[in-house]
């Protein structure tokens, strides 16, 4: 039912007791499902895949699977991961920001449908204009790219890179954790501040920038070095959305 529903609708308990025609109480129909571990989440958000999308993502994966994790370190110049920041100015929404920081969600083990990149090589921070991904927007990052990379490795001529299959920053294991990194440096930071301090954006996406740039070399390489494991897992999708890590 809910695959038929694909996410316009919500599949209720009461639904869910008239297609099955049961006799039981939506209160006794609740605790079956909990007792399964099965509850009411909120939807995933993941960018919608064409036919042509899986096709190209599998081939991907077919050809990238037995590279090894040394090979992704080397290889590969740079990986693109677009990723969307709040701009905290003031008290009020920094306290906001850090209650937001602390919140979580259950979910059912093994549901967890993500991906993502980083590199260490090259790490450039690009601020997209108004917050908006277009061709220009693209066009004027890679100029920026190029000029880092050329900078961090002049023995090259042509870069190797691998970049996200959506550029409006959809949520992704890899992506989210290095997010996560960055907001919780700036967090710390900001708890050490009073509360009518004020900052200007400027300011603001100057401390993001020296987040981002202080992140430790070794948690990006672990994130490349897992290329491997989650081509495999990309394969055995046949090109879908798998699951990026454990069963959390």
């Given at each position: 039912m809910i695959v038929a529903a694909n996410g316009q609708?919500?599949?209720?308990?009461h639904d869910l007791k008239k297609a099955a025609k049961s006799k039981a109480s939506c209160r006794s129909i609740l605790r079956a499902l909990h007792d399964r571990n099965i509850y009411f989440r909120k939807l995933r958000e993941k960018p919608l895949l064409t036919p042509e999308d899986i096709k190209a993502r599998f081939q991907f994966a077919k050809t990238s699977r037995s590279k090894s994790a040394a090979w992704w370190v080397d290889r590969i110049d740079a990986f693109i991961d677009g990723k969307h920041f709040q701009v905290y100015l003031h008290g009020k929404e920094r306290r906001r920001a850090a209650q937001h920081a602390r919140s979580g969600a259950h979910r059912q083990p093994g549901k967890g449908l993500c991906g993502g990149y980083v590199k260490p090589k090259a790490l450039p921070v690009h601020e997209v204009a108004h917050g908006r991904w277009s061709g220009q927007a693209a066009a004027n990052f890679y100029k920026i790219l190029a000029r880092d990379l050329a900078k961090a490795l002049p023995d090259k001529r042509r870069f190797?890179?691998?970049?996200?299959?959506?550029?409006?920053?959809?949520?992704?294991?890899?992506?989210?954790a290095a997010k996560d990194e960055v907001n919780k440096r700036l967090r710390k930071q900001e708890s050490k501040w009073p509360n009518g301090k004020k900052e200007t954006r400027i300011a603001y996406h100057k401390r993001l920038k020296l987040a981002i740039h202080s992140l430790p070399e070794d948690f990006l390489l672990k994130s490349i070095r897992d290329m491997t494991r989650r081509c495999h897992r990309l394969y055995e999708a046949n090109g879908y959305f798998f699951e990026e890590g454990g069963l959390d």
């Open positions: 609708r919500a599949v209720t308990v190797a890179i691998l970049e996200d299959n959506d550029p409006t920053g959809f949520k992704s294991a890899k992506g989210i």
